[in-house]
Nanobody, 122 residues
Framework: QVQLVESGGGLVQAGGSLRLSCAAS????????MGWFRQVRGNDREFVAA????????YYADSVKGRFTISRDDAKNTIYLQMNSLKPEDTAVYYC???????????????WGQGTQVTVSS
């Protein structure tokens, strides 16, 4: 069983930065793609960013490309999301995720964290 615990959310002004962390426990996820999704109440959960493995390929939603950076430290079983130039529309609950393949990320069988709130004020 895998547990994912996010941290680092909070309130920030537009233009500011936050770094989210997601610590995994239960087993090593070194060979698993991991990612971040976000959800605004009443809307579907949407993809933000994903990374294959340490030093591997990264993927971003168009809305965050150039502003957010995903990274991972497999020695610590942790992934990060550095968020710069934050906008009010980035306000959401951010969820960490892991899956057996990139195609499965976000679908049935995905491991999810409990989420962390990010609020960007204008």
């Amino acid at each position: 069983q895998v547990q994912l615990v996010e941290s680092g959310g909070g309130l920030v002004q537009a233009g500011g930065s936050l770094r989210l962390s997601c610590a995994a426990s239960g087993r090593s996820l070194r060979s698993n793609p991991m990612g971040w999704f976000r959800q605004v109440r009443g809307n579907d959960r949407e993809f933000v960013a994903a990374i294959r493995w340490s030093g591997g390929s990264t993927y971003y939603a168009d809305s965050v490309k150039g502003r957010f950076t995903i990274s991972r430290d497999d020695a610590k079983n942790t992934i990060y999301l550095q968020m710069n130039s934050l906008k009010p529309e980035d306000t959401a609950v951010y969820y960490c995720s892991a899956a057996n393949s990139l195609d499965e990320l976000g679908r049935d069988g995905t491991y999810w964290g409990q989420g962390t709130q990010v609020t960007v004020s204008s």
